[in-house]
């Protein structure tokens, strides 16, 4: 049975950083290319950032570039999210991601790309 626990979230101050973790088990993790996603309320599910199965090719949305760093190391079966200079508007419920692929191609933003979803970390950010 696959499992994907989120870690890390909380309420900073805009400015601030946090690093989300996603703890998988019961799938071949490095065959996985793996995925943040989040949802505030009232609006849909927003694909944030990818990362292939090795690590060496990383997709952002526009609107987390240069702020937010997606890693993962393998042998931990673990995926991060490394945020800074948080805004209020990254205000969400963030869920990591697996695919059934090991890149993660154009359609790394569409949520019908990935197969397993954890449950969610929510981060809230003041202003």
């Known amino acids: 049975q696959v499992q994907l626990v989120e870690s890390g979230g909380g309420s900073v101050q805009a400015g601030g950083s946090l690093r989300l973790s996603c703890a998988a088990s019961?799938?071949?993790?490095?065959?996985?290319?793996m995925g943040w996603f989040r949802q505030a309320p009232g609006k849909e599910r927003e694909g944030v950032s990818c990362?292939?199965?090795?690590?060496?090719?990383?997709y952002y949305a526009d609107s987390v570039k240069g702020r937010f760093t997606i890693s993962r190391d393998n042998a931990k079966k673990t995926l991060y999210l490394q945020m800074n200079s948080l805004k209020p508007e990254d205000t969400a419920m963030y869920y990591c991601?697996?695919?059934?692929?090991?890149?993660?191609?154009?359609?790394?933003?569409?949520?019908?790309?990935?197969?397993?979803w954890g449950q969610g970390t929510q981060v809230t950010v003041s202003s």
């Open positions: 991601a697996a695919a059934r692929r090991p890149s993660c191609g154009v359609s790394y933003g569409n949520a019908l790309t990935y197969s397993y």
């Open positions: 019961g799938l071949t993790f490095d065959d996985a290319a």
């Open positions: 990362i292939s199965r090795g690590g060496g090719t990383t």
